[in-house]
């Protein structure tokens, strides 16, 4: 990290990485509602903010009728990332980043290498294409989280070594595709919750993965 | 990084209460062990090699595959696989594109819409299978349990499902075979008991040598070939033909003459190409049989047509040409000249008649030679039975048949394999329905709607497109103990296929799907895709189940060798996203069905019996290769002639076999899965020829081919021995005890029963050779053919590398412009690659076209490129871009099959040009299922041309 | 007799089927638009005279190539002793001269692959890369008969190991037993367009010249 790390800093990034994780890894639960209702943004400074905030109102917007909108979402989350037919936003980076267009690329043995110096692996590994974006965005979460440990026990040897691990991925490999995968999502939707995340995405990009 | 705190502090303890990894824990990722990443990381980067079989087309090549940390790098032709010999065509070395491509079906998902607007979520295995059992339970109480239709579109690795299908029991199975050239395969059915004769060209050919020893023969000995409406260069189902067609021609001075209305591939690189109008092939091989017949001379060398001694093999042979003679001295209504005589031939096919007489003499005075007919032609003609018929005569009268060199219907000769596994075992099984008021038990399998109804009752293989009046007005048995019996069809199961397209014209299909009843319920109560891809018929599912891919799942080809040859569809990788295996699918279920109290499921044969799959495999080649030890040479002259082999290769040649002497049989030590991995994943068994007559002796063996009388049988309903045999007797009597109450099928030609031996029938929708339709010859001045184009099927036209070639002209690069986002060089220094939108250049990329003679073309106005509509006289149209040519006969127009009007996203470039590419379906009669075995006459129909 | 490598393809063999076109991508992940091997087709005649031309193309590993020659960097694209003529990634500055002055189109720049070697001492007299980083240009990429496959004792590029119709032949044309040589020695022989003088070492067995002129596309155009 080119700054000294904060621990409250390094959580509060740990943790919107692992609520954007929840966002695109599956269906929203009513559990996940319920808490994004909490998340109040008073002034929306920037794009993280104003996605977590569109996010919030339209689930606001609906709590009256839950399971409708649980529904609905559930359709909108597989129209957008599953198929069955062409789905919008692939959430693939090879996808974004492959010559082929395909899914297990290079780039997806790549992230697993990544994944791999840092002791770690997907669950089904050769199942589930490394580069899903919610794997990825678990990496990262849990850098920031082993990061925020280190600095607590004050293992500054540890915590800037995945702190650094981080910022590469977030550099080296999240920036070059989240922004495209996220316009895909924007142009793609008329949800204002998957308008929302789309937004955060971007936002969490543009202020934390740029060089 | 920076980090701005004050950013966070408004939520930052909503965030870690909602989402923070110490609460949720880690759900895609695991912390490897040291040893364990240690591993990984000197085993990354290195190749494994697999040998398995491919399935993206049906030829099944036997394949190399090298893969890469679980990824797929290489694929080449496995070098022990006689099919292909170490070779892959383009479609085969282009697997990846389909593997991983993002487009592939990856969850179970569940209908939410209305069946056709294709909206979707997501469930979970366990829902779905829920789901499902629950459905079919509530259906198998209600209805019965024919009320359910399994069908699984592509042959391959289908067992699982029959198995399943059967145990749950419904009779209802089928698969391609039952919408793919059905009449081409009747006469070898009728005939030899068997499907689909080829030449004898597949090299290497494991052969015992007068020394007693096997070597591989790698020779040609093929002097003719005739393909009529077979294109194996374009449609390579029987890849060999690729390597042997030419080899052959230039390693043995073989001549190869191609009869097709247009100039495929294959006719391209014949030494004559003959093309008559569409769906007179049969009149052309009944000319020759004619000419052959008045013409031999067994004591003039230049006039020795029939190999006589082919008597002695042959039941029925008066009868037969009886029948056939009978019709020389009839007038056709349509010219007033003889049937069959080389006139009556010439003013119907528009080929000349030396044309005809000189095919005629060339094939009947060079041997070895082999006659063929494909799908392109016979096989998908409303009359192509007779076609059919004839030539398999023909190969038969003139010695060729199964003669070195010849014409093998390897479907009688190659290795068997299935056995138990597909559970056909439980068609048996007695059920009780109550007919009128009685109640009646007898099989299950005596519930088969086309068999024991009164519709196409031959439909040996089904009839896939008169399912849609099955789930219109259901299903009434007409013959057989379940007479009277009526069920409606409540689920469709369709595994692999896309019927909606395929089965039928789509709009018949769409109708049939989407019709409710007067409850507003979908008549088919449960619809359900299961397949690796998105195809036009998930649309019309509630329920789409993901199946692993060809790569990612275990079973056999066995495809169409010329002798005994068995290999591997190894798993490669293992299954995507949530994709699941035939195996797992099929145990889930039986699971699920039992746990809903179903008990006709025994875990004995399900879960319990197949714990693995590599068990359900090695059940499949238990029975392998199950062929006789019959022909010249005698495949092993240690064992006796006749007997049934059984067993691996080395075992049965070193002797480790037992002598069964009282069933018959020779049983080595079971092939498994293991010995085929240990043996380049093939196992390989001796060829020989000749195989309907002892080794040593002018006289049949009784043990091959696979008819009743297990000789060449010319008739079909016949008595022998007090014994009522032939291929027709079984519906004959059926339709006897129903009081000679004929089915629909033979009622259109004005028949009751099915015949004796030799038919006759006209084809539809040709002004030609049917007067009926003589009055639209002027205002559909086209007849319009089909044909596969290899390149352009469902799963091709998802690979981008397939869109940068072109195919004769049915598949040529004609897109209109479009952009869309591909991968492009950035130049800022950073990426090597970005994803951005590109323009494609309007005639850069591949997609379905309209073939037309190029004078045709000229006449009417239009020229290459140009977009024009065709439409039929019964008002079914579909539009598309012109390539004109001289390689077309005029009056004649071809299109691919399903390359145009892709109407299901997922189809890659296909979708996107659906509105300027034909649809052939979209034009086809959905009323002319032909009168045998209700297959629909896909290449019989006329069209107008109109400039749009 | 040091090996001298050679491809032939027997015309009267191809069937057309394209499969070396797609096994070349799949074996050396060439993009989409850019062809290390190409079959051209090509229809000609009228009917009942038609016919359909089937035409392999690929680097004719020529004995005077003008590649070579154009090349401004010492090294970048050379022809090895076994025949073979290849780019060193390493060293060529994609200013595309070669691809330019190859008469048979077989040489395009890799869309994906930047240059490596740093351009600018060459800015000087070499226009095309004038003002550029290394990491603005891309390498220029061909048919180099599978090096990577030669090098690892594969003797057979994959365009001949998925061949169809079994009509190409790789070998030794040094070693008169190799097959290729017996081929060649049976055989007239013929190669695409020797007019321009580059002396092309990829042989065809091709009883119908037209197949020359009818199908006569540049491999990359």
Redesign the interface.
């Known amino acids: 990290m080119t700054t000294p790390m904060d621990i409250e800093e390094v959580r509060g990034v740990g943790d919107l990485f692992s609520l954007l994780r929840l966002i695109f890894m599956a269906e929203p639960s009513k559990e996940l509602l319920e808490q994004l209702l909490k998340i109040e943004t008073t002034e929306p400074e920037n794009d993280i903010d104003r996605g977590l905030e569109l996010m919030r109102r339209d689930v606001q917007k609906n709590r009256n009728q839950l399971d409708e909108y649980l529904e609905e979402l559930a359709v909108e989350f597989a129209r957008l990332f599953l198929g069955p037919q062409n789905p919008v936003a692939i959430p693939f980076a090879s996808f974004y980043l492959s010559e082929t267009r395909q899914l297990m690329t290079e780039v997806t043995i790549e992230v697993r290498r990544q994944y791999l110096e840092a002791g770690m692996a997907v669950k089904n590994l050769y199942q589930i294409p490394d580069d899903h974006l919610a794997i990825e965005l678990e990496f990262a979460a849990w850098l920031a989280d082993e990061t925020a440990k280190n600095l607590k026990k004050g293992d500054t040897g540890m915590a800037s070594e995945s702190g650094a691990r981080l910022e590469s991925f977030l550099q080296e490999h999240l920036a070059k595709w989240l922004p495209l995968f996220a316009d895909r999502l924007s142009a793609g939707t008329k949800s204002d919750f998957y308008q929302g995340a789309a937004m955060a995405l971007k936002g969490m990009t543009t202020m934390y993965a740029q060089a | 990084m920076q980090l701005t705190r004050r950013k966070f502090l408004q939520y930052t303890s909503a965030l870690a209460g909602v989402a923070a990894l110490e609460n949720t824990g880690l759900l895609s990722l695991r912390k490897l062990s040291e040893a364990e990443a240690a591993n990984m990381r000197t085993t990354m980067g290195s190749y494994k090699v697999t040998y398995t079989a491919d399935a993206f087309c049906p030829a099944e090549c036997g394949l190399e595959m090298w893969t890469q940390d679980g990824v797929i790098k290489k694929i080449y032709g496995n070098q022990e696989v006689p099919m292909n010999d170490g070779t892959c065509c383009a479609k085969g070395a282009s697997g990846q594109q389909l593997v991983y491509s993002p487009y592939r079906l990856k969850h179970p998902m569940l209908r939410v819409g209305a069946r056709g607007d294709g909206t979707f979520k997501r469930i979970s295995w366990d829902e779905a299978i829920d789901l499902l059992g629950n459905r079919l339970t509530v259906i198998k109480k209600k209805y019965g349990a024919e009320s359910v239709i399994m069908d699984c579109g592509d042959v391959t690795d289908r067992d699982h499902y029959h198995r399943i299908a059967h145990a749950y029991g419904t009779p209802h199975t089928c698969e391609h075979g039952a919408i793919c050239d059905v009449p081409r395969r009747h006469g070898p059915k009728l005939i030899l008991g068997g499907k689909r004769i080829e030449p004898d060209i597949m090299t290497p050919k494991l052969v015992r040598q007068p020394d007693g020893a096997l070597k591989k023969e790698y020779g040609y000995k093929t002097k003719l070939i005739i393909y009529n409406g077979w294109n194996p260069f374009v449609a390579t189902r029987i890849y060999y033909e690729c390597r042997g067609t030419v080899g052959a021609q230039v390693e043995n001075g073989c001549k190869v003459v191609v009869i097709d209305p247009s100039l495929s591939n294959t006719a391209s690189r014949a030494d004559q190409w003959l093309s008559p109008r569409a769906g007179t092939d049969g009149d052309l091989f009944a000319a020759m049989l004619r000419y052959i017949l008045e013409n031999d001379n067994p004591k003039d060398a230049g006039r020795r047509y029939i190999d006589w001694e082919m008597k002695k093999y042959v039941t029925g042979w008066d009868e037969f040409m009886d029948t056939f003679k009978a019709w020389w001295s009839k007038k056709d209504p349509i010219n007033g000249l003889n049937y069959f005589s080389a006139a009556w031939a010439a003013n119907r096919t528009g080929l000349t008649e030396k044309q005809i007489t000189g095919l005629a003499h060339d094939f009947g005075i060079t041997k070895p030679a082999a006659l063929i007919w494909g799908m392109q032609s016979p096989g998908h003609h409303y009359n192509g039975y007779c076609c059919s018929i004839i030539g398999t005569v023909l190969n038969v009268i003139t010695g060729n048949f199964d003669a070195p060199g010849g014409a093998i219907d390897t479907e009688l000769v190659k290795c068997n394999k299935g056995g138990p596994a597909s559970g056909s075992g439980f068609k048996k099984r007695k059920v009780k329905r109550t007919i009128n008021g009685k109640v009646v038990e007898d099989e299950m399998g005596k519930l088969h709607m086309d068999n024991y109804g009164g519709r196409y009752p031959a439909a040996w293989d089904d009839s896939v497109a008169d399912f849609p009046h099955a789930f219109m007005h259901g299903v009434e048995l007409k013959y057989g103990p379940f007479r009277g019996h009526k069920y409606p069809i409540k689920a469709f199961i369709q595994r692999t296929g896309n019927a909606v397209v395929t089965g039928s014209n789509p709009a018949r299909w769409i109708e049939a799907l989407t019709a409710k009843d007067a409850s507003g319920e979908y008549k088919v109560e449960l619809s359900v895709f299961i397949d690796t891809l998105n195809l036009e018929s998930a649309l019309y599912a509630d329920l789409i189940l993901p199946e692993a891919g060809y790569t990612e799942r275990m079973s056999l080809a066995d495809i169409y060798p010329s002798h005994q040859v068995i290999y591997n569809r190894d798993e490669v990788i293992k299954p995507l996203h949530e994709c699941k295996k035939p195996f797992e699918i099929m145990n889930l279920l039986a699971k699920k069905l039992r746990d809903l109290g179903d008990m006709d499921i025994d875990p004995k044969d399900f879960w319990e019996k197949y714990r693995h799959e590599e068990d359900f495999v090695d059940e499949m080649l238990s029975v392998s290769p199950g062929r006789v030890n019959v022909g010249t040479p005698l495949p092993y002259p240690q064992y006796p002639e006749g007997f049934t082999l059984v067993g691996t290769p080395d075992s049965l040649e070193s002797g480790k076999a037992k002598v069964d002497e009282k069933n018959k049989k020779v049983v080595g030590e079971p092939v498994t899965v293991a010995w085929l991995r240990e043996h380049h994943g093939v196992a390989i068994w001796p060829m020989s020829w000749k195989r309907y007559k002892k080794h040593n002796a002018d006289e049949p063996n009784k043990a091959f081919p696979n008819t009743d009388t297990k000789t060449i049988e010319f008739i079909w309903d016949f008595e022998e021995g007090g014994k009522r045999k032939g291929r027709y007797s079984s519906y004959n009597k059926l339709i006897e005890a129903a009081g000679n109450e004929g089915p629909k099928g033979l009622a259109d030609i004005g028949w009751t029963k099915f015949p004796k031996t030799f038919y006759w029938f006209e084809t539809v929708w040709n002004p030609y050779t049917n007067p009926a339709y003589k009055k639209y010859a002027g205002e559909y001045p086209f007849q319009l053919i089909c044909g596969r184009v290899h390149h352009a099927m469902s799963g091709t036209q998802m690979v981008p590398w397939l869109g940068e070639i072109k195919t004769e002209g049915t598949w040529q690069p004609m897109n209109e412009k479009f952009s869309c986002e591909v991968p492009e060089p950035v130049v800022d220094g950073k990426d090597a690659m970005q994803t951005a939108s590109k323009t494609f250049e309007k005639n850069s990329y591949s997609v379905g076209t309209i073939w037309m003679n190029l004078g045709d073309a000229t006449l009417a106005g239009v020229k290459n490129g140009d977009l024009v509509e065709l439409k039929t006289p019964l008002g079914h149209s579909t539009r598309g871009k012109v390539f004109a040519s001289g390689g077309m006969r005029p009056g004649v127009i071809k299109l691919g099959f399903a390359t145009g009007n892709r109407f299901s996203k997922g189809m890659g470039a296909a979708y996107e040009s659906r509105k300027y590419t034909p649809s052939h379906n979209d034009l086809m009669d959905a009323d002319s299922l032909s009168p045998i075995t209700g297959f629909p006459a896909y290449a019989d129909m006329l069209v107008a041309v109109r400039k749009v | 007799m040091p090996k001298k490598y050679a491809l032939l393809v027997?015309l009267?063999?191809?069937?057309?089927?394209?499969?070396c076109?797609?096994?070349c991508?799949?074996?050396n992940?060439v993009?989409?638009?850019s062809f290390r091997s190409r079959?051209d087709?090509a229809?000609?005649?009228?009917?009942?005279?038609?016919?359909?031309?089937?035409f392999p193309k690929m680097c004719n590993q020529c004995d005077k190539p003008p590649c070579i020659k154009s090349c401004p960097v010492k090294g970048a694209t050379f022809k090895r002793k076994d025949g073979v003529v290849v780019v060193d990634r390493r060293k060529c500055i994609g200013c595309g001269r070669c691809v330019t002055d190859c008469p048979y189109g077989a040489r395009f720049i890799h869309?994906?692959?930047?240059v490596t070697n740093d351009p600018t001492p060459f800015a000087k007299t070499v226009k095309e890369v004038r003002g550029k980083?290394a990491?603005?240009l891309?390498v220029v990429d061909k048919c180099d008969y599978c090096l990577h496959r030669l090098d690892a004792g594969i003797e057979e590029p994959?365009c001949v190991?998925?061949?169809?119709?079994?009509?190409r032949f790789f070998g030794d044309v040094n070693d008169p037993k190799s097959e290729i040589s017996r081929l060649i020695a049976a055989n007239k022989t013929s190669t695409w367009s020797p007019e321009f003088g580059t002396k092309p070492g990829v042989y065809f067995i091709a009883p119908d010249k037209d197949v020359f002129t009818a199908a006569d596309g540049p491999i990359n155009g």
Do not use: H, W
Request: proline share 8%.
């Open positions: 027997d009267r063999k191809c069937v057309g089927c394209t499969s076109q797609v096994s991508k799949m074996e992940a993009p989409l638009g079959v087709i229809d000609a005649g009228e009917y009942p005279k038609a016919k359909r031309m089937f869309p994906n692959i930047p980083k990491a603005d891309r994959a190991r998925n061949c169809s119709g079994k009509s």
